[in-house]
C-alpha cells in the first residue's frame, strides 16, 4: 500500500519545539519531491517547507524561515520537520506530501487546484500556554 504517514504532533508550550515525522511506505521518497503543509482551521492548506528532488534544495516560507527545517533520511524513507521557537500561529493540522513528477512542491495552491500524488493523513500541532 502507498502511503505516508505523519506522526509527532501534540501540544507544546509557545517557545517549545516538535519533530514531525514522515513515513513512506510502498515507494520510495528519494524520487519524490517532498514537502510539509499546515492547515489552520477556517483557512486554506498552505505549504511551508520543501525539499526538491533533484538537488535536495530546500525552501521555507517567511513565516517559518530560521526556525524550521526540513530533512530526508533515506535509509529510513522518512521526512522530518524540525519546529523551534513555535509560535501561538504555528497552530495548525500539519500534513506531508510527495510528488513524483515535480520537482518542488514550493508552488502548491489549494485554491488553483495544485494536484499532488500522496497526502499523509496530517498531525495536530497546538501551540498553547
Known amino acids: 500500500q502507498l502511503q505516508l504517514v505523519e506522526s509527532g504532533g501534540s501540544l507544546v508550550q509557545p517557545g517549545g519545539s516538535l519533530r514531525l515525522s514522515c513515513a513512506a511506505s510502498?515507494?520510495?521518497?528519494?524520487?519524490?519531491?517532498v514537502g510539509w503543509f499546515r492547515q489552520a482551521p477556517g483557512k486554506e492548506r498552505e505549504v511551508i517547507s520543501t525539499?526538491?528532488?533533484?538537488?535536495?534544495?530546500?525552501w521555507y516560507t517567511d513565516r517559518v524561515k530560521g526556525r524550521f527545517t526540513i530533512s530526508r533520511d533515506s535509509a529510513k524513507n522518512a521526512v522530518y520537520l524540525q519546529m523551534n521557537n513555535l509560535k501561538y500561529e504555528d497552530t495548525a493540522v500539519y500534513y506531508c506530501?510527495?510528488?513524483?513528477?515535480?520537482?518542488?512542491?514550493?508552488?502548491?495552491?489549494?485554491?488553483?487546484?495544485?494536484?499532488?500524488?500522496?497526502w499523509g493523513q496530517g498531525t495536530q500541532v497546538t501551540v498553547s500556554s
Open positions: 525539499l526538491s528532488s533533484s538537488d535536495g534544495y530546500t
Open positions: 510502498g515507494f520510495s521518497l528519494d524520487a519524490y519531491a
Open positions: 506530501a510527495a510528488d513524483r513528477f515535480r520537482t518542488t512542491l514550493r508552488y502548491y495552491s489549494e485554491s488553483e487546484g495544485t494536484k499532488v500524488d500522496y
